[in-house]
T-cell receptor
Framework: GQQVMQIPQYQHVQEGEDFTTYCNSS?????IQWYKQRPGGHPVFLIQ?????EVKKQKRLTFQFGEAKKNSSLHITATQTTDVGTYFC??????????FGAGTRLFVKA | EAQVTQNPRYLITVTGKKLTVTCSQN?????MSWYRQDPGLGLRQIYY???????DKGDVPEGYKVSRKEKRNFPLILESPSPNQTSLYFC????????????FGEGSRLTVL
């Protein structure tokens, strides 16, 4: 079945360092979404990418969708303690199922 | 305020005792879905509903039932809970049945002894 692999599982950074998490799908995706879950909270939508090669930015966050629409990345520049949480990618192949990656938990040391 | 409301937020129960986790959304969304979250496994879809009276299995439907009699409500039923259903459960909704931004509830932490 369709799988979405996400790496790394954990990342410890010093405040001010950059952070990247990667997602790879076993099948071509129609779109990919990114969510953030703060510790003890619920997932909150960040962004959706639809087009091949698409790049979107939200302040210090940069999201990319691969040319083949099978991979994606989230890059955070100059992390802050407020970035702490788990980041999930979620892929959709055009149907009614959204498959989530296992998430990358980000720890930021002040 | 637009929201997805789940109840109960926390529940400890015993094996075999039927329970229902309710989910309600006030955004008139067509699509609703249930996920369970377990360490290292991310969010796995249990069931989803494209609209009233239309439901389908996700990736881990065994041991669960759902119904969608009204557009706003999508309860998750555990007929005979077992310890392997101890998990954090999230209900989510989306405007249409085509993929789009999912709005999540606060989560329901269930422990089955």
């Amino acid at each position: 079945g369709q799988q979405v692999m996400q790496i790394p599982q954990y990342q410890h950074v010093q405040e001010g360092e950059d952070f990247t998490t990667y997602c790879n799908s076993s099948t071509t995706l129609s779109n990919i979404q990114w969510y953030k879950q703060r510790p003890g909270g619920h997932p909150v939508f960040l962004i959706q990418l639809v087009k091949s090669g698409e790049v979107k930015k939200q302040k210090r966050l940069t999201f990319q969708f691969g040319e083949a629409k099978k991979n994606s990345s989230l890059h955070i520049t100059a992390t802050q303690t407020t970035d702490v949480g788990t980041y999930f990618c979620a892929g959709n192949t055009g149907g009614f199922k959204t498959i989530f990656g296992a998430g990358t938990r980000l720890f930021v040391k002040a | 305020e637009a929201q997805v409301t789940q109840n109960p937020r926390y529940l400890i129960t015993v094996t075999g005792k039927k329970l229902t986790v309710t989910c309600s959304q006030n955004m008139n969304h067509e699509y609703m879905s249930w996920y369970r979250q377990d360490p290292g496994l991310g969010l796995r879809q249990i069931y989803y509903s494209m609209n009233v009276e239309v439901t389908d299995k996700g990736d881990v439907p065994e041991g669960y039932k759902v119904s969608r009699k009204e557009k706003r409500n999508f309860p998750l039923i555990l007929e005979s809970p077992s310890p392997n259903q101890t998990s954090l459960y999230f209900c989510a909704s989306s405007r249409t049945s085509v993929s789009g931004e999912l709005f999540f509830g606060e989560g329901s932490r269930l422990t089955v002894l």
